[in-house]
């Protein structure tokens, strides 16, 4: 890796410093060309940078800033009023190209929002969209979009997530020709609402592009597709109902004897690309950059992969093949 | 329990007799004041019936249909072409009075038009919804509607779920008080789309109900409610996903040794209530007279299951009392 600067918004999340200061010490010693700038208050970072030694590091620039964005701030609320957030002013420097990347752990409807007027769209992409990898049956990853950035959506959208996912999957997991579907109730052509049937229509009369139809939610793990298009809605609660089922078989682990700790051992491996802990990270894909948002309440390897995986879209050039796929697709099949 | 009578569509799902002529002799012999009404083609089903010697059983009546309902036939064509199918007749059995319930594997989309065309609603539903049972963390189980009758909904239709579904909770699964919720993408009152929200208003709006607000996908199975409501798109693709987290670890499990071995039989007890073949039965509820859905692809325990389940509702007169709900909830809370 040459040399390559992610900005991070250091105050994101449940748990903020705590979380975000031991994970950016580690990228930097995982990654000898990685520079980080740093936002958030100086007298809240201090001390945490102190304790892991990046107080004066060469490869670290903090910047203060004066303003937070938490949960329950509204997404219209956090772009007009608070522009002096840590959110922002990463935002703010990857939209001036002082670094290549951004990563959060925040508020995902106000990363969106300022994402989108700060560092812009690629031309054709009316809506970024949030991605996620999900482990496979076969040992693979399947690509899921969107999981949560958008509540509803229309077909148009959705033909448009299935171009971002598949520049995703051929530049970020080396599919050579990725298999697209449409996340529906059944399989038959007249499921589903207009907006998904709509959008089968039109990525199946598209050239260059292999369209595999309906999968339903048992598919998201079954390697019969590998990018998966839905609404944000939708994609967030499988993304999390996954999550739960995981949860549900760990905790029945944890009430039992020796073999059930074996077990309990065994399930964890198995079900950690469910667990936001360790695997984490969605990239808002469709931006002119890397904005990769990390799972609010998990820890600090969750919030390491979110910067590993900036730094992959980053030497992958992801934004760039997206905007050479919006460019070069039929201009109707992502007309509105 | 005293003698009752219930329909069976014997031709839906894919495997049709094969997996209903067994589960309807098992239910015969397991219930002694169950009498049931089998649709279908004569020619067809007479082997099977032979086979487990329901030829000439005195609590079995045989009704030879010409027709049947497949899972490609569109709703609009079944309802009004497929009047002979061993679906349509099994529910006209169900509207004259003669059977009590009726259980189908077949088309949910067929079911779900021919039921509410044939069977007739509650006054004051707008549309049935289904629902089916989750496993709880703590022991439990929560339901979870609507989970495929209706692709989209707005905000009178989730409230009306939300009290068919308080209904069911507190007569099938003896909860005194069920806790009601409400399934989004995040816990903050400004999530979701515009229909969950004005929902979520109602709801807390509402005397004499116990709504506990916005839960995420995690929340299916971590006990923090007693009815989970959303629109049948989200709720197919919830519950398909955690079937298929399951099936994801139970294919791990067959590649290993005899440890290995130990652990698929826990994770298959443990997953059971989320396998279609052992756990099964969706009911649409929301209708005059009890109609449950068996899992298309699932064997002959679940089509069981249905039966027993079907049994269980006329037994807890469970249409009733979503009557008496509708007809004494205040007026607003349910009007579109």
């Not at 201090?46 to 949960?71: A, E, F, T």
């Not at 690509?143 to 299935?162: E, I, K, R, Y």
Request: with cysteine; glycine share 8%.
């Amino acid at each position: 890796m040459s040399q390559l600067t992610v900005a991070l918004d250091m105050m994101g999340g449940d748990h903020g410093p705590s979380i975000t200061v031991p994970a950016a010490a580690q990228a930097l010693s995982l990654l000898p060309g990685l520079n980080l700038l740093l936002f958030g208050p100086q007298p809240v970072l201090s001390p945490w940078l102190q304790r892991v030694g990046l107080s004066d590091h060469p490869r670290v620039r903090v910047y203060h800033c004066s303003q937070l964005v938490d949960n329950e701030h509204k997404a219209a609320y956090a772009l007009r009023h608070l522009t002096d957030s840590s959110m922002r002013r990463a935002l703010d420097a990857l939209a001036r190209g002082e670094a290549a990347a951004c990563v959060s752990a925040g508020n995902t409807g106000a990363l969106m929002a300022m994402a989108m007027k700060v560092v812009d769209r690629v031309p054709g992409v009316d809506r970024p969209a949030l991605i996620t990898r999900l482990p496979q049956n076969n040992g693979g990853y399947a690509l899921l979009l969107d999981v949560g950035a958008n509540v509803s959506c229309d077909a148009g959208q959705l033909v448009q997530f299935a171009l971002m996912g598949e520049q995703a999957s051929r530049h970020l997991l080396a599919q050579p020709a990725p298999r697209v579907a449409l996340l529906n109730v059944g399989a038959e052509a007249n499921k589903g609402t207009e907006a998904v049937r709509q959008a089968a229509r039109q990525l199946a009369a598209m050239a260059d592009f292999r369209y595999v139809g309906y999968v339903e939610g048992d598919d998201l793990f079954s390697g019969r597709a590998d990018v998966i298009v839905c609404d944000g809605f939708v994609g967030n609660v499988a993304l999390k109902t996954s999550e739960g089922v995981a949860r549900l078989l760990l905790g029945a682990g944890r009430r039992r004897g020796l073999l059930w700790k074996m077990l309990t051992f065994w399930l964890k491996k198995r079900l950690s690309h469910l667990n936001p802990d360790q695997y984490n990270g969605a990239s808002l894909i469709g931006l002119r950059a890397s904005v990769v948002k990390s799972h609010g309440s998990a820890g600090s390897p969750a919030f390491l992969n979110a910067i590993l995986q900036a730094v992959a879209e980053v030497e992958h050039h992801l934004p760039a093949s997206i905007a050479h796929r919006f460019d070069t697709a039929p201009q109707d099949s992502h007309a509105r």
